[in-house]
T-cell receptor, first 113, second 108 residues
Framework: GPKVLQIPSHQIIDMGQMVTLNCDPVSNHLYFYWYKQILGQQMEFLVNFYNGKVMEKSKLFKDQFSVERPDGSYFTLKIQPTALEDSAVYFC???????????FGEGSRLIVV | GQQVQQSPASLVLQEGENAELQCNFSTSLNSMQWFYQRPGGSLVSLFYNPSGTKHSGRLTSTTVIKERRSSLHISSSQTTDSGTYLCALERGNNRIFFGDGTQLVVKP
């Protein structure tokens, strides 16, 4: 079936540094999402993105977070600077159109030390 | 989240038993989707089911919009069914909410 690819799968980073998580969504999909999941906890919505713009973001989407998809390339989540509480698995998802199946990547495990 | 409530929070079965997982929602929906999250963390889409009943092998999903609920039935459970089951609700504006999940353990 359709695949969402995430790079990197794992990253360990020093607190205060910048990290970029990359997502290659399903071809021709229009809506993109980032979710955050701390081990053993709920999948939490961060942000959704459509037509080059953030549509909605949650309270978890701090000022240090940003998303973009320049020229149809990777959909990225950037955290600058990182904090210890940013340690989690970040899942990217894409949706063709409203009311369709949401496809997830395998997640990027971020550890901030 | 609060808009989507799953029950039970956890469930332990003997292999061969059936399971019924529930998802209740407090808002209108555009779609309902069930996912299986492997112990390693990756997600598998089980059903896209905004209304009615769908079957896939030993799994059945039923969504009743008027009653604001969706269920996932697993028949003849196997040890490989162990993991977390998540329901996800899409509202208008394409925002998608997840329930807290049901952690299923199937013992041999």
């Amino acid at each position: 079936g359709p695949k969402v690819l995430q790079i990197p799968s794992h990253q360990i980073i020093d607190m205060g540094q910048m990290v970029t998580l990359n997502c290659d969504p399903v071809s021709n999909h229009l809506y993109f999402y980032w979710y955050k999941q701390i081990l053993g906890q709920q999948m939490e919505f961060l942000v959704n993105f459509y037509n080059g713009k953030v549509m909605e973001k949650s309270k978890l989407f701090k000022d240090q977070f940003s998303v973009e998809r320049p020229d149809g390339s990777y959909f990225t989540l950037k955290i600058q600077p990182t904090a210890l509480e940013d340690s989690a698995v970040y899942f990217c998802a894409s949706l063709g159109r409203s009311g369709n199946t949401l496809y997830f990547g395998e997640g990027s495990r971020l550890i901030v030390v | 989240g609060q808009q989507v409530q799953q029950s039970p929070a956890s469930l332990v079965l003997q292999e061969g038993e059936n399971a019924e997982l529930q998802c209740n929602f407090s808002t209108s929906l555009n779609s309902m989707q069930w996912f299986y999250q492997r112990p390693g963390g990756s997600l598998v889409s089980l059903f896209y089911n905004p209304s009615g009943t769908k079957h896939s092998g030993r799994l059945t999903s039923t969504t009743v919009i008027k009653e604001r609920r969706s269920s996932l039935h697993i028949s003849s459970s196997q040890t490989t069914d162990s993991g977390t089951y998540l329901c996800a609700l899409e509202r208008g504006n394409n925002r998608i909410f997840f329930g807290d999940g049901t952690q299923l353990v199937v013992k041999p």
